[in-house]
């Protein structure tokens, strides 16, 4: 049973008749026994024509001898305006010979006078109920077409199979985007349209549901006829004959592959996200221990003889702590949300510095293709090296027989509905090629994720970091790889739209290690950073003075100042647990002494404080975890810059 059934409009009948007499009382008989039929009468031929234009009734009633028009030339050329015309001649006896002619040009009935009213009636209730199923099987049939148009040019796949699974039907859709036309298909079961295995082995549970004549839904791979995957929300559901039984099942599809990576995106950001919360966490307590291991190495290095085998165990427990460091480092890249400090830097420079650190000791070349055009971006420079080197160091590692790795930039436009899932605009695509062994399909969704990695020793912690930091600067990272053919990372960051103007950064000044002596306030929650930092200045010939929050600090400099013995520097955590942190400190200190030399240190090295710190009254920073040579390189440069002395800062 059609669900829609088109509504039958009443229908009509036209009487054409000379004798007036006759026609009104037939007419008024026809009204009484149709009183839902349309009546029209007309007085001979050409009348009759008329209105038969003008109306176009059903049905057509007519005597054959007439004046001005007969019965017969007006049937022909009724039936020249629509051959299906339903036309129903009254003929005398006297008339017989016309019949013929009237069979000729396509009269289909006829009734002979003196018209018998009952015989009438019953001819005109079988033509009309003729006429009412013609109509309805045509109306069904417009109905049947305009469904199938509609499938056909349905936006989504559709298959139809009868009660075993057999495929009957596909739609164009199916087909196009497949791959499979539907001769390939039809008769083949709904279980083959599962090509990806595990979906295939799910379908005896799919097939239980909809033959107890339930829908089933779902979201699943599947493959086209190339091999190609996609991913795809699929409904079977199953249709009903009039007894209740299952006669087909319709399946309904749709490629939802883009939503499905978007979905995927989203789901990698948001456990970056609670992982960096933790991550950071850890790695706030883990860089003060770190400074204090670090800090008392480096300082027991410096106490024993550069000849003293101790040396090359405090080296070597040096580099540990380092590494250590340099993944607290890579930890916190993801913690806490921690936005980019950006500026504009220029994309040649950020590669060429990226390439030197990674490639540097490799068998690896380098080959960079960025034209002058390329533009600027807008981006933490620190950040985004680390992701290069990142990416860097995986193609390196991924060749250990050598290659060459390809970087390449170029400025593309980004325009609404783009696949990547981020804001449209200017954006500078980086391509990042190896020629090493490429990454499996299987493990290419899971090299983003944190702590997944296939080597030996390896964190797994890189392209996590490198991710995060891409898509904190409103960017995108992707992936294309297939094994045995390189691996190529694709970054988009958001660029300024125009050329670099400005210059690269100056180089930093070299270690001068020469101890100048002064006092230094050292504030940290944490004894063994106090300590350890004491011991460290101490050996630089400073004088220091350790207190444990902002409160005491600001308490120890007022002293300090009024007993006119001011401190050379003060070096503050910038979070203390449970009491005033330096950022606070800084403003009252800087109350007291606006030329007070302050130095925050933190182990938060992605702390936005760290990154502007001379926005918040410092005049240095301080990363955890430090060594001995980092103290004496910072206080080098305080002592030069030292309130009164003419030195350049
Ligand atoms: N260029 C590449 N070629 C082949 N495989 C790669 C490439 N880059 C990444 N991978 C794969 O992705 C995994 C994850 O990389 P990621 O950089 O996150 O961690 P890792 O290199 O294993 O460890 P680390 O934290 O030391 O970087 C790697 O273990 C490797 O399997
Ligand atoms: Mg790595």
Redesign the pocket.
Known sequence: MLPFQPSTPSMSLLYVEDESIIRETTASSLRMRFPSLGLYSAENGEHGLQLYRKHRPDLVLTDINMPAMNGIVMAQEMLAIDPSAHIIVISGHSDLLYLQDAIRVGVKRYLLKPLDLQLLFETISESLSRLGMERQVRRQEQYIKMLSQAMEQNSTMVAIADSKGDIEYVNGKFSEFTGYSSKEILGRNLRHLHADDAAFAGFDEIWNRISAGKEWRGESTNRKKNGQTYWEAASIAPLFDSEGCISHFVTIREDITKKRKRQDEMDRIQKLESLGVLAGGIAHDFNNILTGILGNISFARNLVNETDQLKVLLDEAERASYRAAQLTR?LLTFARGGKPVKKQVSVRHLVDEALSLALSGSSVQGVVRISQSIHAIEVDAGQIQQAFN??L???V??MAEGGTVTVEAENVRLDQGHELGVEPGSYVRISFA?E????PAR?QKK??DPY????P????????S?HSIITKHGGHIGVE?SPGS??N?ICHLPSTGEVFSGSADTPKDGINPDGAGGAVLVMDDESVVRQVTGNMLQSLGYRVTTCINGEQAIDCFKRAKETAAPYLAVIMDLTVIGGMGGKEAAQHILALDPRAQLVVSSGYFDDPVLADYKEYGFCAVMPKPYKVSDLAELMNSLSRSRPGTTAQP
């Open positions: 890579q990142n990416i160091i995986n193609a590692q991924a190896d090493g062994r490429g990454i493990n090299i983003f997944f990695s296939t080597k020793g390896g964190s797994g912690l890189g392209l996590a490198t790889s390189g691996t990372f």
